[in-house]
């Protein structure tokens, strides 16, 4: 099974996407993980996709399609869950052309708890591990003991480009999944548990 996670900037993708992986056979692939693994390493695409980031402004589609093709060839090109990506429609009928997608999830939050949970966030330099500041006990990582750190683009201003590039550019791709009967709608307001049960039933 090949799926999409669909959702506003602070949705929830990410959390969901841990448990999706825990729970079901599904590759994990988030564009927004690869471009901060790029960034860290500071590669040519890492350079390139900061200057965009930084900004709350999309990647360019060129750049972002070829991430997107070795991550899905690394994958074997089945059974895998993306995260981020397609984000306009250019990049979805480009998904389309390579790999069939069977489902995907939209997880749907009122916009005015969007800034709160993202500005909130914070990510283990360790291990990954994100979470919300408001549970954090000492400033480090519950899983690991590392330190947590906000990603660059989860300020107040970043945050507000990157919603507006949410409505204006990605949030069209709810009507073009709609119309090709692939997508399922799960209310994202409840806790990340109660969440994941509604994906559950998408999924099954
Ligand atoms: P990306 O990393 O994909 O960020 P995003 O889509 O903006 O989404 P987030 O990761 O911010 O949110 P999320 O939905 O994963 O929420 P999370 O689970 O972390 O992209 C970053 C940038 O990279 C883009 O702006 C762009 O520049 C570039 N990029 C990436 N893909 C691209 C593409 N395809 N094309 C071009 N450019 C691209 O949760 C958020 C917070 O809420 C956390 O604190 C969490 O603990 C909390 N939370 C989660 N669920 C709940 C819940 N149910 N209740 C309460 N709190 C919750
Ligand atoms: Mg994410």
Same mark, same amino acid.
């Given at each position: 099974m090949n799926i999409i996670l669909l959702g506003a900037p602070g949705a929830g993708k990410g959390t969901q996407a841990t448990r999706i992986e825990e729970n079901y056979n599904l590759k994990h692939i988030s564009t927004g993980d690869i471009f901060r693994h790029h960034?860290?390493?500071?590669?040519?695409?890492?350079?390139?996709?900061r200057s965009y980031i930084k $900004?709350?402004?999309? @990647?360019?589609?060129?750049? &972002?399609l070829r991430?997107?093709?070795? %991550?899905?060839?690394?994958?074997?090109? #089945?059974?895998?869950?993306l995260d981020g990506f397609p984000r306009n429609i250019n990049q979805a009928e480009a998904l389309d052309k390579i790999v069939g997608i069977d489902k995907v999830i939209d997880i749907s939050v009122d916009f005015d708890v969007l800034t709160e949970r993202i500005c909130g966030r914070r990510n283990c330099l360790e291990c990954g591990?994100?979470?919300?500041?408001?549970?954090?006990?000492?400033?480090?990582?519950?899983?690991?003991?590392?330190?947590?750190?906000?990603?660059m683009d989860? $300020?107040?201003?970043? @945050?507000k480009s990157r919603? &507006?590039?949410?409505?204006?550019?990605? %949030?069209?791709?709810?009507?073009?999944? #709609?119309?090709?009967?692939?997508?399922?709608?799960?209310?994202?307001?409840?806790?990340?548990?109660?969440?994941?049960?509604?994906?559950?039933?998408?999924?099954?």
């Open positions: 960034m860290r390493q500071q590669t040519e695409v890492g350079m390139l996709a $900004k709350g402004q999309l @990647v360019p589609d060129e750049v &972002t991430i997107v093709e070795i %991550a899905l060839k690394d994958a074997g090109m #089945k059974d895998f869950m591990y994100t979470t919300h500041v408001s549970q954090l006990k000492g400033g480090v990582c519950p899983k690991c003991g590392g330190e947590m750190q906000q990603r989860d $300020k107040e201003e970043t @945050v919603l &507006t590039v949410y409505s204006e550019q990605t %949030a069209p791709l709810i009507e073009y999944y #709609k119309s090709q009967g692939k997508l399922f709608t799960v209310d994202g307001m409840g806790t990340p548990d109660e969440v994941f049960g509604e994906v559950r039933k998408v999924l099954g």
